[in-house]
Every structure is written in C-alpha cells, then in structure tokens.
C-alpha cells in the first residue's frame, strides 16, 4: 500500500531542501507521533549513500523495532529517496518530491511504499496520519521569520561584509595556530580588496543586512584532483555560532559543485573545530599536507569528500 501526502510549503525549495538534511529537525517533526533514537554513531546530516539505524517508538513509548535508513538518493533536483524498514514493516520506503513554486513558496509530497504482511492497513493507517502530522509541522516551522539568508555576493556593500568577516574571523579562530603578529597585522581593508579582486563563486550568509559569515567554492586548483571540486573558505563570525550557518553555507557551496563525484578542502592542521566540523559533514583525510609561512610555519591537511 502506498501513502500519498503533499502541501505547499512557505519557503523555497533551496529552504526546505537543507533544512530535510538535518536530522535534529527531522526528530523534532516526527513528534510525537514516533521518536527516533540512534543506534551507534548519529549521522547529522543526511546525505546520498549514507545507511543509518535507529530505535524506533511509537509515540515515544512504543517500542517498534530498530528502524534502518539507507539513502539511495538525495539531490535538490533530482528529489530523496530512502530504502527503510524494521522488524515489523520490512519495507518502508520513502520517496520526498519538491519543486519550487516561487522565491517563498514549494510543492512538497511524502510517497510511501508500505509492506508489512497483515499489519499493512493499519502501518498504512497510522503513517497517513504520521505524514499528515508532518507536513503541518513542516509549515508551522517554516512559516516562522529566519532572518538568515544564504546567497550570492552581489553588491560591493556584501564585498565589504565579507572583508570584515575574514579578517575577524582570522582573528577570532586562529589564535594559538596562527602566530599573533600575523593575525594583528592583518586589516579589514586588506581583505575587502582581496574580495572585490574575487568576487565570483562566492556565498554570503547575511543577517538582515549584516554579513555574518561566507564561503567560496570553485573547480579544484590541485594539479592531482584535477576533477574535483573545493570549498576554498568558509567562515562565520563567532557571535553566530551554533547557529547552524556553517552548514548552511556547507550545503549551498556544495550543491553548486554538484556536477563533481570529489569535493576537497584544506584546514590548519591545529584548527581541531573545524576538523571535527567537516568530518561530520564526511571529510575525511587523505594525507595531503601543505606548509605556509604566516610569520612563523604552519600546516594545513587537505581533507576529501566523495559522492557515492
């Protein structure tokens, strides 16, 4: 049996694209219909490839197996698709369709394939209200002011924003990996004319009309990964951590260089929270090193994510 649930979401299909990647948010619309606990490592962002498995409850207190996600496809364009299924509802697969409608508007559907033997009607009764209960939280949630907004830098007032950022953010995260008479050097008038002098490829998260953190990606400049593509910076100033813009501007910057399989990035080898940040995002690794002279030698390791 199949579910069929859709509505028209308020907000673009770019915002409720990343926000589906989350799975703190994905826990927070499915109660209390079900909670979903997982088994071993959590994965906090969904992406292609990725296989998964939780203890699933039934409105938080039923016990119902342990439910397992493979992600088969997860493509702005292309839609979600995920392989599921438990002890008790083998087959459970998922299939999310968007399309956007308008700069504040989506057509967003739930498509579920339900095969549970005798307990089919009522999986199939159950997840009808489940989906429905979704979907009104999706809207309720997106319909709440988010005054930050990810896009491309435009204006020479954005290009400022982003020298400002640079040059704080430098200041604010490498002290004790970059030597202090390098980073006190440093002058916001010197990064704003390097980000008027490369301007192209570049994202801005803003707050109303402050710049608050960006990210630049490109075609890869390392002569052995010839086709891949790089996430040249990102950076958000520190009052705005743990807000979740770092991975806002991680997920633009990488669904613009969807067309290549290997995305790279280089980080100081020191900077150990922005290594744990990009691991969870699936960076991992692959034993290139760099030496920069920024007053005194530092190391920056390059680290690789592949497509599945």
């Given amino acids: 049996m199949t579910v069929i649930k859709s ?39 969904w992406q292609e490839g990725t296989t998964s498995s939780y203890k699933f409850k039934l409105f938080g207190f039923i016990p ?7 992600v088969i496809t997860f493509d702005i364009d292309k839609g979600i698709y995920t ?15 968007l399309y956007g409608i308008s700069e504040n508007q ?21 997840a009808n209200c489940f989906y429905a209960h979704r979907q009104r939280k999706w809207i309720k949630l997106l319909g709440k002011n988010d005054s930050i907004c990810i896009k491309l830098a435009e204006t020479d007032e954005e290009l400022c924003g982003i020298g400002y950022v640079h040059c704080t953010a430098w200041q604010e995260a ?19 004319a390097r980000a008027r002098k490369f301007p192209e490829n570049t994202l801005v998260a803003k707050d109303k009309d402050k710049v608050v953190g960006f990210a630049v990606y490109s075609q890869s400049r390392d002569e052995d990964l010839p086709d891949a593509g790089e996430v040249d910076a990102i950076y958000v100033l520190s009052e705005y951590y743990g807000k979740k813009i770092g991975y806002r501007l991680m997920n633009e910057a990488i669904s613009r260089l969807k067309e290549y399989k290997t995305i790279f990035l280089w980080v100081f080898e020191k900077n150990e929270r922005a290594i744990r940040f990009y691991q969870k995002y699936g960076f991992e690794f ?7 002279n920024l007053g005194t030698p530092v190391s920056i390791v ?5 497509r599945g």
């Fill in 64 to 70: 119902f197996g342990t439910h397992k996600i493979n």
């Fill in 7 to 45: 509505s028209v979401f308020p907000a673009s299909k770019e915002k409720v694209y990343e926000k589906l990647q989350k799975l703190e948010l994905l826990q927070h619309i499915a109660w209390p219909y079900a909670t979903f606990t997982p088994v071993g490592e959590a994965i906090t962002v």
């Fill in 83 to 97: 392989h599921e299924g438990n002890e008790h509802v083998p087959v459970w697969n998922h299939r999310i369709v």
């Fill in 106 to 126: 989506c057509f967003y559907s739930d498509i579920v394939e339900i095969k549970a033997g005798w307990k089919t009607l009522f999986v199939w009764l159950w």
């Fill in 286 to 292: 692959d034993g290139a090193k760099k030496e920069w």
């Fill in 174 to 192: 490498y002290r004790g990996i970059v030597c202090d008479q390098y980073l006190d050097t440093m002058t916001v008038e010197a990064t704003t």
């Fill in 302 to 306: 390059r680290m690789v994510k592949k």
